[in-house]
């Protein structure tokens, strides 16, 4: 137990998106009363771990990092303070507290603005547990941003209404929550003024947005990212992840009308099978999930599309799980993420009959993984040539080499003269299937 308030920390965050801003936002929380990040490699007097509930693998992680960090802290003759935060805080912090001594706080993703209460009271000797949805607004709570990288993270929307059958995040997250739009507009503008050229909108079904803008007129997403595009030093606009259900028209033409708006949509499909589909409560159906995408590559042709897919559903037969692979076919896609199904305590999918053996999912896996693959590799072929803008986000590995993200969010290398933050021309001259090779033109005028 650690007598003194820890005067160091790490935040470790696992999962999506969302749970890295939460860390960005729990790391400020912390600075903000006066401790300090712990440089990499080294001990901190605190390790938050942000956990992630979707799947039995990420969950089963937190209990063997847990064993980790007290085995380490024991060997260097001093055990860090530990507090679990996330999604498996929310669903299982009362099974954590029992089966893990060590841990002194639990703190759910809708409470982590109390986290620097809960950490002074466990360094006092108690253990503290939040894991309410509390009305109170977490988000007013949080410190002003600062200093940021060249793209950072919004979160807008929060939680979901959706209940697929195997989802736990309805139950992690709560109920769709949006934030206010002047709320948002000033932290972009914080952000923008901290370093950001790129905001990348987050929400567990993002373009499930809405809000009053300043005239209090009723605005979608479409309507948000055209005030936040007109922010002068803000050049670029990205948002994920989407529900189809929630495409509306505004959105769909935002992507011919936007420039700033990049031409990429991540789109989960989940299944190419209506009755797999159906069985996972998603409401649409295959046809009318390529329906929306003619149409958004109608408004931007170019567009970047992404999915995520789950095999072996319960009851999944080969002819359905080749639907998925049809569906694949036919949305040539730029990059998708693929599952193997996971029963998930709580949900209907994970008591449902006809659950699916691992090795028949481990074999549908890797088909799809081949399929998905091939038509990375096609668009990134497909775009050797073009010349583009590169946002330089990190040094490479060698010598005057930089890594950055082209409009299509291609991982893109170069060497040449640049800076972090800038946003340079480059031809795309190598395709990859996971990156690009490009050759610098012109250092664009900051
Ligand atoms: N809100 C988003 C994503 C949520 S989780 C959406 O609806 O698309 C991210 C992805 O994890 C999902 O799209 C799904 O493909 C996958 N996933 C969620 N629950 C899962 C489970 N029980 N087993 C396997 N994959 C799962
Ligand atoms: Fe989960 Fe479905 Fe909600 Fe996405 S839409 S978070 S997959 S329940
Ligand atoms: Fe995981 Fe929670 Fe995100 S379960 S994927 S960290 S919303």
Redesign the pocket.
Known sequence: MTATPPRTFHVKS???Q??VYDGERMAELLTAEGMRAADEGSAADLVVLNT???REK?TEKVYSDIGRIVKDGREAGAVPLIAVA??VAQAEGEEIMARAPSVRVVVGPQAYHHLPAMVAQAAAGGRATETDMPAEAKFAALPKRRKVGASAFLTVQEGCDKFCTYC??PY??GAELSRPWADLVSEARALVEGGAREITLLG?NVNAWSGEDDKGRKVGLAGLAEELAKIDELARIRYTTSHPMDMDDALIEAHGLNPKLMPFLHLPVQSGSDRVLKAMNRSHTAAGYLRILERVRAARPDIALSGDFIVGFPGETEAEFGETLQIVAEARYAQAFSFKFSARPGTPAATMGGQIASEVMDDRLQRLIAALQRDSLAFNKASVGTRCEVLVERKGRHAGQWLGKSPWLQSVHFTGDAALGDLVEVDLVEAGPNSMGGRLVARAAA
Do not use: D, E
């Open positions: 696992f999962g999506c969302m749970n992630c509930h979707i990420a996330g999604c736990v995040v992690t997250r567990q």
